[in-house]
């Protein structure tokens, strides 16, 4: 997490405290701040649930407002139980009758969230079912809506604060009705007509007889199966004209498995139009960029390049990271337009062939590069973390976009075993300490 993103997210919270604090009585203060930053926090949640396009823009595309929801769930959370803990029956509440109802809805919503963040956080639940039990976020919130109003509560009717969870209570219940309303399956049907296979994923092109809606380089579809309530999956555009699009899809779960493994020529598929903020500039003005790919994560440069003509301008470097040529669908595109593009310097860093892209290669890279360079990322976690730092040793003041394939981000057992790593060892070494100290000879 962003030192930025972290200063904001303690200004949110403590937002709360001090809008609540002169409504309530001091003993009330965290109990009712709390309450109202999980309210609100579940709100803006299902407003950016609903994917309202401005919000999208103002977020600066669907994956920074995936990732501010899962924050603001987890916020919604701690909230919520610390409310839960904390908060005990003051006052009348809206209708003194309702109070004992409104005390019980509040806790099936605390333990309705509980059981909702913990299910998006384990990658063993597929993301179809986590995504259907997810439309529970709905009910949950009107149950925390009722009893924000209803419980008995030292928040008088008509206060501020009270009034602020009555607009935020309408403004989220919208934004689920909306979310309940949102057409998910693509319109447009598509047929494969190219099929490349390669190591791990599949290089396709699909063709269309009515043309298709025009897209940006590096924005992303959705692509389903053609039959009704098909789960539509995302996928960046990898190329194409009106007539064609073109994805390099790797298998990464129970859709992309079968996909890869069963996709052949003349299948029919419903395609979206193009989404997304992730644009790497192709255009003459541009200034110069670092593009780094993580394996196919190449896929929003490869619709770049292929949009891009020969000029003299900005230069871009592009690092593609792969694990072997093999399992690099599309690699030899990427040469081909590298070897058409003088502005383009292409590194291709072989895994296969013990190349990594580390720390000190990487700044040896940035630092050639003009000081208010631009860069764009798309792969593992790991790559930004790598580029952020070289960016922020070699003084570069220019953005760093990125763009997330995992907008889940849960975790598996294998990822609680890396996290659990580092606790085990603490545990050991304190354990050795203490054994140590206990066999120690008196004196010494
Ligand atoms: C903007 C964007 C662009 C992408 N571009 C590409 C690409 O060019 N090539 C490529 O191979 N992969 C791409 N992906 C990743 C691809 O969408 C997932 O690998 C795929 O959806 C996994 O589905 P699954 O059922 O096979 O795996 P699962 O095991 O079900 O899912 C693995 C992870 O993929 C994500 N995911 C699964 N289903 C969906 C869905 N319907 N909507 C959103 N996320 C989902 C979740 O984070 C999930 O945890 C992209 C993802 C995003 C968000």
């Not at 579809?221 to 790797?250: C, K, M, Q, Y």
């Not at 790598?386 to 995992?406: M, N």
Request: proline letters at 5%.
């Amino acid at each position: 997490m962003q030192k930025s993103t972290l200063i904001l997210a303690a200004i949110f919270a403590l937002f709360h405290l001090a809008f609540v604090a002169p409504f309530v009585p001091v003993a009330n203060i965290l109990p009712a701040g709390l309450g109202a930053l999980s309210m609100s926090s579940m709100a803006m949640s299902l407003i950016l649930a609903a994917r309202w396009r401005l919000i999208d823009r103002l977020m600066g595309g669907p994956d920074k407002s995936y990732a501010a929801h899962r924050w603001l769930g987890f916020f919604a959370l701690a909230g919520a139980l610390g409310h839960w803990a904390l908060a005990s029956s003051v006052g009348s509440g809206l209708l003194p009758l309702l109070a004992e109802s409104g005390e019980n809805s509040g806790t099936i919503a605390a333990l309705g969230l509980l059981v909702m963040t913990a299910a998006a956080m384990v990658r063993a639940i597929p993301y179809h079912v986590w995504k259907l039990s997810h439309m529970l976020m709905g009910p949950i919130f009107l149950f925390a809506a009722y009893h924000t109003f209803f419980v008995a509560s030292p928040l008088a009717v008509g206060a501020a604060p009270w009034a602020l969870m009555a607009v935020v209570s309408v403004i989220g219940l919208i934004a689920w009705g909306q979310t309940l309303l949102r057409k998910r399956t693509p319109t447009k049907l598509v047929s494969v007509s190219e099929v490349t296979p390669f190591e791990g994923g599949v290089d396709i092109t699909l063709a269309s007889d009515t043309p298709l809606s025009s897209y940006r380089p590096g924005q992303f579809a959705t692509l389903a199966h053609n039959r009704a309530r098909a789960e539509a999956h995302p996928f960046t555009i990898a190329g194409g004209d009106e007539w064609s699009r073109r994805f390099v899809i790797r298998a990464a779960g129970d859709w992309t498995n079968s996909f890869v493994q069963n996709v052949t020529r003349g299948d029919a598929f419903r395609l979206s139009g193009g989404f997304g903020r992730f644009l790497p500039q192709i255009h003459a003005g541009r200034t110069e960029q670092l593009w780094v790919a993580g394996g196919v994560g190449i896929t929003p440069f490869l619709a770049a390049l292929e949009k891009m003509q020969p000029d003299g301008n900005a230069r871009i470097t592009l690092l593609y990271c792969i694990r072997s040529r093999a399992s690099a669908g599309a690699i030899a595109t990427v040469e081909k337009h590298a070897a058409r593009l003088p502005q383009l310097a292409l590194t291709v860093v072989n895994e296969a062939h013990g190349d990594l892209l580390i720390a000190t290669r990487l700044a040896y890279v940035v630092r050639e590069m003009s000081s208010d360079a631009e860069a764009y990322l798309c792969g593992p976690e790991g790559l930004k973390l790598l580029v952020e730092t070289a960016w922020d040793t070699q003084g570069k003041t220019g953005a760093i976009h990125s763009e997330r394939f995992d907008f889940r981000g849960a975790y598996s057992l294998a990822d609680l075993i890396y996290i659990g790593k580092p606790v085990v060892e603490t545990a050991r070494t304190w354990a050795r300490t203490k054994v140590n100290a206990v066999n120690a000879p008196l004196g010494s």
